[in-house]
């Protein structure tokens, strides 16, 4: 079975505060994904990436920053963490070598900012 | 630019009932539509997909339609149980791509 996991379920930051989300798969995928879920707004793309070191701006990057060191990590860096970034985010993991790129969900990391 | 518009937002079916779930797509290129389900939190997962060379598909009591020409797919469940109380999300993608353009979501609950 494939496993992505995010490195916590629930934190709480402060404005102005740099927030780290760590997203880890161990399936060997290409690709990684990062999204935010809010209530009526659906699964929204931050960014994604296709390969280490490789990434792409998905639909709403404003306010973020990602890192892909290794194949298998995928980081989220929020640089001043503000009220408005209040939010549930998922990482995802595909690969092409499955059928039309699967994406794989981890269980979400629930970020207050106060 | 690309987009996915699902409806409705929220749905309420008595147990046993049928529910349909509706999405339509911009991307005219697009050729491959799944279907997540995430259940009160958990991670979203795949439940059934659909390519543009098909236009039905079954698996037990689920079940997704594809019109092409209209460039909207629905979601179908059948017999509803408590257990498919969940929120449910389409997509749409293009074969190459890595890219899913998500819908906004329709959370089914389903009543005793």
């Known amino acids: 079975d494939v496993k992505v996991t995010q490195s916590s379920r629930y934190l709480v930051k402060r404005t102005g505060e740099k927030v780290f989300l760590e997203c880890v798969q161990d399936m060997d995928h290409e690709n990684m994904f990062w999204y935010r879920q809010d209530p009526g707004l659906g699964l929204r793309l931050i960014y994604f990436?296709?390969?280490?070191?490789?990434?792409e701006k998905g639909d709403i990057p404003e306010g973020y920053s990602v890192s892909r060191e290794k194949k298998e990590r995928f980081s989220l860096i929020l640089e001043s963490a503000s009220t408005n970034q209040t939010s549930m985010y998922l990482c995802a993991s595909s690969t092409p070598r499955l059928p039309w790129n699967e994406q794989f969900f981890g269980p979400g990391t629930r970020l207050t900012v106060l | 630019g690309e987009n996915v518009e699902q409806h409705p937002s929220t749905l309420s079916v008595q147990e046993g009932d049928s529910a349909v779930i509706k999405c339509t797509y911009s991307?005219?290129?697009?050729?491959?539509f799944p279907w997540y389900k995430q259940e009160l939190g958990k991670r979203p997962q795949l439940i059934i997909d659909i390519r543009s060379n098909v236009g039905e598909k079954k698996d037990q009591r689920i079940a997704v339609t594809l019109n092409k020409t209209a460039k909207h797919f629905s979601l179908h469940i059948t017999e509803t149980q408590p257990e498919d109380s969940a929120v449910y999300f389409c997509a749409g993608t293009t074969s190459g791509t890595y890219k899913y353009i998500f819908g906004t979501g329709t959370r089914l609950k389903v009543l005793a």
């Open positions: 990436s296709y390969d280490v070191k490789m990434k």
């Open positions: 991307d005219s290129a697009s050729n491959y």
